[in-house]
């Protein structure tokens, strides 16, 4: 076979005989490179892989934790704003409710003050006729009485007469 | 351009020097770039920490792409090592390559068969063994006959086939890369001027395929490690 052939050239160009020396030394020299290594280099290196991907894997549950949290913070300030801003509406709304009642009371109250004090100078004009009214026919009963009273004292001629009521009258007009 | 190899025995064992010196230069290197890499670890990383994770990633993906993590993260480090260990072999071929009286000292450690041989049996093994205990050995045989029972013949051939291909294909990608810088290098160049002059563009032109071919040998072998084990220790295999 080709392969053996080129295995046996080889050892014939070592001449004729075989290198097992070289053998054991690749092993051993092999072997305690490999436990060299694990010891002094991959080991060390592997380890802080291991130490790089569990820091990752925590900073990721870290921030997944944290992301959560922000938007539990974040849909509560929403809520919060939009119940402060409910509140706030209805605050207005219930001042612009407060502000229209209130203009309602005071114009009725003025309104009714109005008609009060109409109501009150109606009242005093009718009294002060009423008054006037009075006063009036007093003194004309007054004045009647005086008249028949002059009636019955005198029986006068007719120039006295006239003149009487003349005097009378004229009486009269000054006693008012 | 062929050179010989500095060999030598110790313990009744031959060693190839050159082998041994560029195995250890690797290694450090690797360990090197590592741990300089790795000095200031912070959770917010910078230059070289990026890099060393950048690889770290990659290797994970590649482990992804073929089985689940609960079963390949155990690899992961194997195969950053793997990755790591076989681009810096594969890279320190390429810039030079040094030839001390005929002996070839500086080259790839993976442009030798037995080098890549030994890597692909050590993966090999290594899959069974994980085979066997995260499945158990009665979940470990059957994978031997299914989907078919009469398979059982091919899947010990492929067994084999595997180790084989594994360790060759990186071997003869690296050596050949090799090969040919150095007869670009050491033949062409000393064919007077004209053939300096015409060496040039194309040792050029070759070294920066071979960093491409390198990087892609590289990848490829670690990524069929995590294949053949992810035949092994998945359970929908």
Same mark, same amino acid.
């Given at each position: 076979?080709?392969?053996?052939?080129?295995? $046996?050239?080889?050892?014939?160009?070592?001449?004729?005989?075989?290198?097992?020396? +070289? /053998?054991?030394?690749?092993?051993?020299?092999?072997?305690? $490179?490999?436990?060299?290594?694990?010891?002094?280099?991959?080991?060390?290196?592997?380890?802080?892989?291991?130490?790089?991907?569990?820091?990752?894997?925590?900073? /990721?549950?870290?921030?997944?934790?944290?992301?959560?949290?922000?938007?539990? $913070?974040?849909?509560?300030?929403?809520?919060? $704003?939009?119940?402060?801003?409910?509140?706030?509406?209805?605050?207005?709304?219930?001042? #612009?409710?407060?502000? +229209?009642?209130?203009?309602?009371?005071?114009?009725?109250?003025?309104?009714?003050?109005?008609?009060?004090?109409?109501?009150?100078? #109606?009242?005093?004009?009718?009294?002060? #006729?009423?008054?006037?009214?009075?006063?009036?026919?007093?003194?004309?009963?007054?004045?009647?009485?005086?008249?028949?009273? #002059?009636? /019955?004292?005198?029986?006068?001629?007719?120039?006295?007469?006239?003149?009487?009521?003349?005097?009378?009258?004229?009486?009269?007009?000054?006693?008012? | 351009?062929?050179?010989?190899?500095?060999?030598?025995?110790?313990?009744?064992?031959?060693?190839?020097?050159?082998?041994?010196?560029?195995?250890?230069?690797?290694?450090?290197?690797?360990?090197?770039?590592?741990?300089?890499?790795?000095?200031?670890?912070?959770?917010?990383?910078?230059?070289?920490?990026?890099?060393?994770?950048?690889?770290?990633?990659?290797?994970?993906?590649?482990?992804?792409?073929?089985?689940?993590?609960?079963?390949?993260?155990?690899?992961?480090?194997?195969?950053?090592?793997?990755?790591?260990?076989?681009?810096?072999?594969?890279?320190?071929?390429?810039?030079?390559?040094?030839?001390?009286?005929?002996?070839?000292?500086?080259?790839?450690?993976?442009?030798?068969?037995?080098?890549?041989?030994?890597?692909?049996?050590?993966?090999?093994?290594?899959?069974?063994?994980?085979?066997?205990?995260?499945?158990?050995?009665?979940?470990?045989?059957?994978?031997?006959? &299914?989907?078919?029972?009469?398979?059982?013949?091919?899947?010990?051939?492929?067994?084999?086939?595997?180790?084989? &291909?594994?360790?060759?294909?990186?071997?003869?990608?690296?050596?050949?890369?090799?090969?040919?810088?150095?007869?670009?290098?050491?033949?062409?160049?000393?064919?007077?001027?004209?053939? &300096?002059?015409?060496?040039?563009?194309?040792?050029?032109?070759?070294?920066?395929?071979?960093?491409?071919?390198?990087?892609?040998?590289?990848?490829?072998?670690?990524?069929?490690?995590?294949?053949?084990?992810?035949?092994?220790?998945?359970?929908?295999?």
């Amino acid at each position: 076979m080709l392969t053996s052939s080129l295995v $046996l050239g080889a050892a014939e160009q070592a001449g004729g005989h075989v290198n097992y020396g +070289d /053998i054991f030394f690749q092993l051993i020299v092999f072997i305690v $490179l490999l436990a060299l290594l694990k010891k002094f280099a991959w080991g060390p290196l592997m380890g802080i892989m291991k130490q790089r991907e569990e820091h990752i894997a925590s900073e /990721i549950n870290a921030a997944e934790e944290s992301r959560g949290e922000a938007k539990k $913070l974040l849909e509560e300030q929403r809520n919060l $704003l939009k119940e402060a801003r409910a509140e706030a509406q209805s605050l207005i709304e219930s001042a #612009k409710k407060q502000g +229209d009642i209130q203009r309602e009371e005071i114009i009725a109250a003025a309104r009714q003050e109005a008609e009060r004090q109409k109501d009150a100078a #109606k009242l005093e004009i009718e009294q002060q #006729k009423e008054k006037a009214v009075a006063a009036i026919r007093e003194q004309v009963a007054s004045l009647s009485v005086l008249i028949a009273s #002059k009636v /019955i004292e005198r029986e006068l001629s007719q120039a006295d007469q006239d003149a009487l009521i003349n005097e009378y009258i004229k009486e009269a007009g000054e006693g008012r | 351009m062929h050179h010989g190899a500095p060999e030598f025995e110790l313990f009744g064992l031959w060693f190839n020097g050159a082998n041994v010196l560029m195995i250890t230069i690797a290694s450090a290197i690797v360990f090197l770039i590592a741990v300089l890499a790795t000095r200031k670890l912070a959770m917010k990383p910078t230059g070289m920490q990026n890099f060393m994770e950048w690889v770290m990633d990659f290797v994970k993906g590649i482990i992804n792409s073929t089985m689940d993590w609960k079963e390949g993260g155990r690899f992961h480090i194997l195969g950053i090592t793997l990755i790591m260990y076989i681009f810096v072999s594969n890279m320190l071929g390429l810039p030079f390559a040094i030839v001390v009286d005929d002996k070839l000292w500086w080259k790839s450690p993976t442009a030798d068969p037995i080098i890549t041989l030994t890597l692909a049996v050590m993966i090999l093994g290594l899959t069974h063994y994980y085979g066997v205990k995260l499945k158990g050995a009665k979940g470990y045989g059957e994978g031997f006959f &299914t989907p078919m029972k009469f398979l059982f013949p091919l899947k010990i051939i492929e067994e084999f086939a595997n180790t084989l &291909t594994l360790g060759l294909r990186l071997y003869g990608n690296i050596y050949a890369g090799e090969l040919l810088l150095s007869l670009l290098a050491a033949g062409l160049a000393h064919q007077g001027i004209a053939g &300096t002059i015409a060496a040039i563009p194309l040792t050029l032109v070759w070294q920066g395929f071979s960093i491409f071919v390198g990087s892609i040998q590289a990848y490829i072998f670690t990524m069929l490690t995590m294949v053949y084990m992810a035949h092994k220790v998945s359970h929908d295999h």
